[in-house]
């Protein structure tokens, strides 16, 4: 059986340039209810939203489904492309394929089982599950198709072999019932070409509810560059990711990469509204994406977004920070990391 290690190939940090970035178009389901609904209406004016602001740094491609492309092509303008395939959901960090690339001017992807996050009594995946295969086979990419239940939410590379990960997921009994942690650890490694596994105990508490992803790590820490991470923390002691940030925080301070160095920890606070509509709200700055020369940033109409923007700044000073309204995205489930994934340059 091939394994992209083995053949040269291994997953670029997201700092690495991108050909294009992929997304998927909302559509009617039971996260974002019917047509012509407030809900969804509003859901694809966000990710439009998104799509606009990354095309300014790179091509976007959107997968949108049957019959949809012409009202995608309206809220998107007419510098992104659309291709339509089949789509029940519309998050392409975990629907999608994740990307590899050799070194030599050759791609690949890998093309990971997806079973609707664990197998979530509300979720229809029978169609999404296909998608990663459609997308490889647009690029042209070389697909290797694993048997590991897995997410691109999921996990978080640093391009020097380390990759972050949760116990929640990964060793979720939904996904992957009959793995242990070092089976888990040898699929990843052998697909992304990594050689260390920094595991976090769980995800924050909000993506535990109805359209959790049950701890996905992009909302929690985020490499930055090789040796440091972007962490998530939340200064409201009533909150109750208070202590679990704290503890997040203190585990990777003290945690080292691949190649053996002290991780540096960036920590981000979160917004300060923690609930919408009386709920429990998981926003986070970390669920950023980076592009070519730029980042664009989950805003939240809040006074922490400027103060989150600087960070970033601060971080990426070649790179422009382009702040987008994320509560719509974030209400559905996820953030504009979530939403995106991108194809590395070969």
Request: aromatic letters at 8%; glycine letters at 10%.
């Amino acid at each position: 059986m091939n394994i992209p290690v083995t053949d040269g190939f291994r997953m670029p940090p997201e700092w690495a340039r991108h050909e294009r970035t992929w997304m998927a178009w909302p559509g009617p389901n039971g996260t974002f209810a019917e047509e012509g609904g407030e809900i969804l209406t509003e859901a694809r004016r966000s990710w439009a939203a998104v799509a606009r602001a990354v095309r300014h740094f790179e091509p976007v491609t959107v997968v949108a489904g049957p019959g949809q492309s012409a009202g995608a092509r309206d809220l998107l303008g007419d510098t992104i492309d659309v291709v339509e395939r089949p789509l029940n959901d519309a998050w392409m960090r975990d629907i999608g394929p994740t990307f590899l690339t050799d070194g030599k001017g050759s791609l690949a992807a890998v093309d990971w089982t997806f079973n609707g996050w664990g197998a979530q009594e509300w979720a229809d995946w029978h169609l999404d599950a296909a998608i990663a295969a459609e997308v490889s086979a647009l690029t042209r990419a070389r697909r290797y198709a694993s048997p590991l239940v897995n997410e691109g939410g999921g996990m978080h590379v640093d391009g020097e072999g380390t990759v972050l990960l949760t116990e929640t997921v990964q060793l979720d009994p939904g996904r992957n019932p009959d793995r242990t942690r070092e089976e888990v650890e040898a699929e990843i490694h052998a697909h992304l070409g990594t050689t260390k596994a920094v595991w976090l105990p769980r995800g924050l508490t909000a993506d535990y509810g109805k359209f959790g992803t049950r701890g996905h790590v992009d909302l929690v820490a985020a490499f930055a560059r090789p040796g440091t991470v972007l962490v998530h923390t939340q200064p409201d002691p009533d909150h109750p990711d208070h202590v679990l940030c704290n503890e997040i925080v203190k585990q990777l301070s003290c945690a080292t990469d691949a190649r053996g160095r002290r991780l540096e920890v960036v920590e981000v606070p979160a917004p300060t509204v923690i609930e919408d509509d009386g709920e429990l709200v998981d926003y986070s700055y970390i669920n950023h994406y980076l592009c070519n020369d730029g980042v664009v940033l989950c805003g939240f109409d809040d006074p922490r977004d400027e103060h989150a923007a600087g960070i970033f700044h601060r971080l990426f000073p070649d790179r422009t920070v382009a702040l987008v309204d994320a509560r719509t995205i974030f209400a559905a489930g996820g953030g504009i990391h979530c939403i995106t994934q991108q194809q590395p340059e070969v």
